[in-house]
């Protein structure tokens, strides 16, 4: 593809924010992994062991042509630096000419792909690659409309892991190509010690309290996680401002306020300036692009939200085959 990785656009490189993160989806192996084996599940839906067989009977073995992926409606634009390896794992005999980067925003009507090769092969992979890039622009393009609605805040949004099966890289990708932050991308990423964590813990009965649990996780991340060289961020959630209090002194990196209410988070953020500055204070719950930017003005410093990714809808883009090409 013709695209530079000196592109500001690029989503090659983790969002830097000066502050402790979980890891950035990045187009890196992983990503690329996760692209090749969705696309090898979508080629096995659509030709199982068989062949196009409208195209094998109507189109010559050998004809050649030009297409454009071309968006119906504006965007923004993610998965275009995926393409070469959705071709490749198609094994199919095409080029593409991207005129665009991850992260920026197209208008309808201007091509945003230009593939050309054999036509046999351009129509039996128009569904699966169209699928896949249409899913991650339409998240992307949410992912926007939710960072433009706190912009000129000192929150910043972040993902969640209600991602669908099999696509959380992707995902999680789009929604960094939309100009927000990854959360932990699985549950080996770090500490998140949650209300079910601390009901099943302990023995005989007695659940460790917050302050404990906190305590415990912060030991593990020192001694046994730290040796193993992997991510030492502990976040721990709270339900109320008296567990707040508790766990403050504890000093994790993360406290995650689960369904506060905006007069709630309001008093969370002035106890955390007074007590443990250094520990950031994230929302979750009843986070909506209507809700967003009234929690956003309560202080905290992080928003997360599983909207980006489980209420995205993918965006409509069309095939269109250019008169004299």
Same mark, same amino acid.
């Given at each position: 593809?013709?695209? /530079?990785?000196?592109?500001?656009?690029?989503?090659?490189?983790?969002?830097?924010?000066?502050?402790?993160?979980?890891?950035?989806?990045?187009?890196?192996?992983?990503?690329?992994?996760?692209?090749? $084996?969705?696309?090898?599940?979508?080629?096995?839906?659509?030709?199982?062991?068989?062949?196009?067989?409208?195209?094998?009977?109507?189109?010559?073995?050998?004809?050649? &042509?030009?297409?454009? !992926?071309?968006?119906?409606?504006?965007?923004?634009?993610? &998965?275009?630096? *995926?393409?070469?390896?959705?071709?490749?794992? *198609?094994?199919?005999?095409?080029?593409?000419?991207?005129?665009?980067?991850?992260?920026?925003?197209?208008?309808? &009507?201007?091509?945003?792909?230009?593939? #050309?090769?054999?036509?046999?092969?351009?129509?039996?992979?128009?569904?699966?690659?169209?699928?896949?890039?249409?899913? *991650?622009?339409?998240? #992307?393009?949410?992912?926007?409309?939710?960072?433009?609605?706190? $912009?000129?805040?000192?929150?910043?949004?972040?993902?969640?892991?209600?991602?669908?099966?099999?696509?959380?890289?992707?995902?999680?990708? #789009?929604?960094?190509?939309?100009?927000?932050?990854?959360?932990?991308?699985?549950?080996?990423?770090?500490?998140?010690?949650?209300? +079910?964590?601390?009901?099943?813990?302990?023995?005989?009965?007695?659940?460790?309290?917050?302050?404990?649990?906190?305590?415990?996780?912060?030991?593990?991340?020192?001694?046994?996680?730290?040796?193993?060289?992997?991510? +030492?961020?502990?976040?721990?959630?709270?339900?109320?401002?008296?567990?707040?209090?508790?766990?403050?002194?504890?000093?994790?990196?993360?406290?995650? *306020?689960? +369904?506060? /209410?905006?007069?709630?988070?309001?008093? #969370?953020?002035?106890?955390?300036?007074?007590?443990?500055?250094?520990?950031?204070?994230?929302?979750? &719950?009843?986070?909506?692009?209507?809700?967003?930017?009234?929690?956003?003005?309560?202080? !905290?410093?992080?928003?997360? /939200?599983?909207?980006?990714?489980?209420?995205?809808?993918?965006?409509?883009?069309?095939?269109?085959?250019?008169?004299?090409?």
């Amino acid at each position: 593809m013709n695209q /530079s990785s000196e592109s500001s656009n690029s989503k090659d490189q983790p969002l830097s924010t000066g502050k402790t993160e979980y890891r950035s989806v990045i187009a890196d192996e992983h990503l690329e992994h996760a692209t090749r $084996s969705l696309t090898r599940h979508a080629i096995q839906e659509d030709l199982r062991e068989s062949v196009d067989w409208t195209t094998v009977c109507l189109i010559d073995a050998d004809q050649q &042509g030009v297409c454009h !992926v071309v968006p119906r409606e504006q965007g923004i634009s993610a &998965g275009i630096e *995926l393409v070469d390896w959705i071709l490749d794992e *198609l094994d199919a005999d095409l080029t593409a000419d991207c005129t665009i980067q991850d992260g920026e925003r197209f208008q309808p &009507g201007t091509p945003i792909i230009k593939l #050309a090769g054999n036509v046999r092969d351009l129509l039996t992979i128009e569904r699966t690659l169209l699928n896949l890039i249409s899913r *991650l622009c339409g998240i #992307a393009t949410l992912t926007q409309r939710y960072v433009e609605e706190i $912009s000129g805040t000192n929150t910043r949004l972040y993902d969640t892991r209600k991602t669908t099966p099999g696509w959380r890289l992707l995902e999680k990708y #789009a929604v960094r190509c939309g100009g927000a932050h990854n959360h932990r991308t699985g549950l080996f990423d770090g500490f998140l010690i949650k209300d +079910n964590h601390l009901a099943l813990s302990g023995l005989a009965n007695q659940p460790l309290s917050v302050a404990e649990a906190t305590k415990k996780a912060i030991q593990w991340r020192d001694t046994i996680v730290n040796s193993m060289q992997t991510p +030492n961020m502990v976040e721990v959630e709270v339900d109320t401002l008296d567990q707040l209090k508790e766990v403050l002194p504890q000093l994790p990196n993360i406290i995650l *306020l689960d +369904n506060f /209410s905006l007069e709630k988070m309001t008093r #969370a953020v002035q106890l955390r300036d007074q007590l443990a500055t250094e520990v950031e204070l994230e929302a979750s &719950g009843n986070v909506r692009i209507d809700t967003i930017r009234s929690i956003a003005n309560t202080g !905290v410093d992080r928003i997360s /939200s599983g909207a980006l990714t489980h209420q995205a809808t993918s965006l409509d883009l069309g095939l269109d085959w250019p008169d004299g090409e």
